[in-house]
């Protein structure tokens, strides 16, 4: 479904003189896909048997990437989206924008406790590091279902 950029009363915006409105349809995409993997991820980690360094590495080398995946286009969101929604959209949205901000914060928090985790347990892949990693992953996985949903 591609539809062409709606056109609106161009004077009233001198920040968009061409009224060309922003066409966010192609960011399903990469929402589906973190989606997908962090929902898939703690059973991921869970099967990675206690003690298969090998494996572990593995895992937290694709997990790292993943994370690294979400970071990059989230801080960008930070830095250059939200100031520019709160000086542009009407107030009965700023709530929403304040939501999306707080749950940016929150997955930042659950990032880089996971960076650690992942850390600790790529050095000592004991189960109880693998069960750790599990449990913050399904914490972050839910947040990031609620924030992209």
């Not at 409105?21 to 980690?45: A, K, N, Y």
């Not at 286009?73 to 959209?89: A, G, K, N």
């Not at 914060?105 to 600790?120: K, M, R, T, V």
């Amino acid at each position: 479904m591609n539809e062409q950029p709606h056109r609106h009363n161009s004077s009233k915006n001198p920040l968009n003189p061409g009224g060309e409105l922003t066409d966010t349809g192609d960011m399903q995409i990469p929402h589906s896909i973190f989606r997908g993997e962090f929902r898939r991820t703690p059973d991921m980690v869970r099967n990675v048997a206690a003690g298969d360094a090998t494996r572990t590495a593995l895992v937290t080398e694709h997990l790292q990437f993943l994370l690294e995946a979400l970071t990059d286009p989230h801080t960008s969101e930070d830095e250059l989206l939200w100031p520019l929604l709160h000086e542009r959209v009407h107030a009965d949205v700023e709530p929403i924008i304040g939501v999306m901000e707080s749950q940016h914060a929150q997955l930042h928090q659950q990032i880089e406790i996971l960076n650690g985790q992942l850390a600790s347990w790529a050095t000592d892949p004991t189960g109880a590091h693998r069960d750790v990693v599990a449990d913050t992953w399904e914490s972050a996985s839910a947040l990031l279902e609620e924030h992209l949903g």
